[in-house]
């Protein structure tokens, strides 16, 4: 092949890549949700996410991300009821580090956050380095271009099907089933550390990066779960917080001290808490975030 056609070959490739990536972006404009204003037509597991990003701007002062286990980390009309603390639950089932940095760089678009709360158990999941890979890529690719993301929903979008309705406020909904833990203690002291992905540690640098460009408190918070914490997660994220300064509470060794009782207060048997250690987390990371974060009390807003 001469040069003057390789050089051809070449302007075509690029050609079709700028083609291809401007439809995307014109499709994922049309197919957007977030700029439709219609968070409801999104599925199950984005949901929270689309609602916090359609929020009214700057109503959020607290903002949870994480995976099933932030779902259940506290209770936002609580904190509101009794603090007057304005907070939004972020999550997603499996959320990814990598999608909670994405969520976090689309929601100080509208919202000044104070604080970032991350409940970790999306730090130490148990992956590998490949399947993150594959998972950051994926999370990037729904960022950049949201029809991947979105495109199923259309008929929803543009009225032609009526979209599932979802019960929540704020990003919590009541999770009140009651199925015990019954294995015993589960926190076991250990010298050991769990190492932290490579992956993970870049997505986490980012959310530092951004809190630090905006001004925003992070605050690493550990649902009690004996289905997904360990001592060794413990001594990684303890390690982590301390290296980067940021404050750290591991629930799982403070069950005496807030009252979780795993006969009452297990959703399902040691994987998640029901509403009962809801309540009990609230009351005191309602305490936490007004002693150590200047947060406005929003009750006498209009």
């Known amino acids: ?38 968070p409801d037509c999104v599925d199950e597991r984005d949901r929270y996410v689309a609602s916090a990003l359609t929020e009214e701007k700057d109503t959020i002062d607290v903002a949870v991300l994480g995976d099933s286990e932030a779902l259940v980390l506290l209770s936002p009309p609580m904190l509101y009821d009794e603090e007057g603390i304005s907070s939004y639950i972020i999550g997603q089932s499996g959320q990814r580090i990598s999608e909670a940095y994405y969520t976090l ?21 148990d992956s590998d380095e490949r399947r993150e890979a594959l998972g950051s890529f994926t999370s990037a690719s729904y960022h950049y271009f949201p029809i991947f993301r979105y495109h199923g929903m259309w008929k929803e979008m543009y009225g032609i099907k009526e979209p599932m309705v979802m019960d929540h406020d704020r990003g919590f909904a009541v999770r009140a089933d009651v199925n015990p833990y019954t294995d015993g203690e589960y926190m076991i002291p ?14 986490l640098e980012q959310i530092i990066k ?39 509470i591991d629930f799982n060794l403070k069950l005496d001290e807030i009252g979780i009782d ?21 009351k005191y990371l309602m305490k936490y975030l007004k002693d150590n974060y200047d947060l406005e009390d929003h009750r006498g807003d209009n």
Request: hydrophobic share 40%.
């Open 105 to 125: 760089e689309e929601l100080v678009k509208t919202q000044s956050p104070k604080v970032v709360i991350l409940e970790t158990d999306m730090i130490v999941i």
């Open 210 to 248: 951004l809190c630090d460009e905006k001004g925003i408190s992070i605050l690493m918070v550990s649902a009690p779960s004996p289905s997904n914490s360990t001592y060794e997660k413990h001594n990684a994220l303890q390690a982590f917080a301390d290296e980067k300064g940021i404050d750290f």
């Open 1 to 38: 092949m001469q040069a003057s056609d390789k050089k051809k070959r070449w302007i075509e490739i690029l050609a079709f890549l700028i083609v291809t990536v401007v439809l995307l972006k014109a499709a994922s404009y049309i197919m957007n949700p977030i700029r439709l204003n219609k």
């Open 190 to 203: 250990t010298e050991e550390k769990y190492r932290l992905l490579l992956s993970t540690r870049y997505y």
């Open 262 to 282: 795993w006969e009452t207060d297990s959703l399902d048997y040691g994987d998640h808490i029901n509403y009962n250690g809801t309540e009990k987390l609230s």
